[in-house]
């Protein structure tokens, strides 16, 4: 068997007036994030952790921010276009593991939607999605409230 792993990060800026979207979910909060797209940092670490798992380049190559193909887009859409691509290619999803970093808002109650959500539109079950949320202990960027991170890691399968 074929197996391959990847690993994809994302950072957005917070700002007001905009909407927090995160794993696919529009989340309660007093800003959102700064992006080309919805700016879904959840979403954006996936889709580079299975391109990059199948030597696919990344989300920028996929789906350039200077194209207004993407502007505003709903990044369940790029997600669902990642999933394509890798299975054009032979591979399916083993599982994903993600981390969010974010002071506010508290994040664990959302996990369990964002799963959901997320194992709907790339078509598996939602036992192969792991998120956690942390913080950053008031540090960096993150922990000045400045803006949210993302980390995921996929492993896939060669299915062709």
Same mark, same amino acid.
């Given at each position: 068997?074929?197996?391959?792993?990847?690993?994809?990060?994302?950072?957005?800026?917070?700002?007001?007036?905009?909407?927090?979207?995160?794993?696919?979910? /529009? @989340?309660?909060?007093?800003?959102?994030? =700064?992006?080309?797209? &919805?700016?879904?940092?959840? +979403?954006?670490? #996936?889709?580079?952790?299975?391109?990059?798992?199948?030597?696919?380049?990344?989300?920028?190559?996929?789906?350039?921010?200077?194209?207004?193909?993407?502007?505003?887009?709903?990044? /369940? @859409?790029?997600?669902?276009?990642?999933? =394509?691509?890798?299975? &054009?290619?032979?591979?399916? +999803?083993?599982? #994903?593991?993600?981390?969010?970093?974010?002071?506010?808002?508290?994040?664990?109650?959302?996990?369990?939607?964002?799963?959901?959500?997320?194992?709907?539109?790339?078509?598996?079950?939602?036992?192969?999605?792991?998120?956690?949320?942390?913080?950053?202990?008031?540090?960096?960027?993150?922990?000045?409230?400045?803006?949210?991170?993302?980390?995921?890691?996929?492993?896939?399968?060669?299915?062709?």
């Amino acid at each position: 068997m074929n197996i391959r792993v990847g690993f994809g990060y994302d950072v957005h800026k917070q700002v007001a007036g905009r909407e927090l979207w995160l794993g696919g979910i /529009k @989340l309660e909060a007093s800003f959102g994030l =700064l992006g080309h797209s &919805d700016a879904d940092v959840l +979403i954006h670490a #996936i889709c580079d952790a299975l391109l990059g798992a199948a030597n696919m380049r990344d989300i920028g190559f996929h789906f350039p921010d200077t194209s207004e193909e993407f502007e505003m887009i709903d990044s /369940k @859409l790029l997600l669902m276009r990642t999933v =394509l691509l890798l299975r &054009d290619k032979g591979y399916e +999803i083993g599982n #994903i593991d993600c981390t969010l970093c974010a002071e506010k808002p508290k994040l664990n109650p959302y996990i369990p939607q964002m799963q959901e959500v997320l194992a709907e539109v790339m078509g598996v079950e939602v036992d192969i999605i792991s998120i956690k949320a942390t913080t950053n202990e008031k540090m960096g960027f993150v922990g000045r409230e400045e803006g949210l991170a993302a980390y995921a890691v996929a492993l896939i399968t060669k299915t062709v």
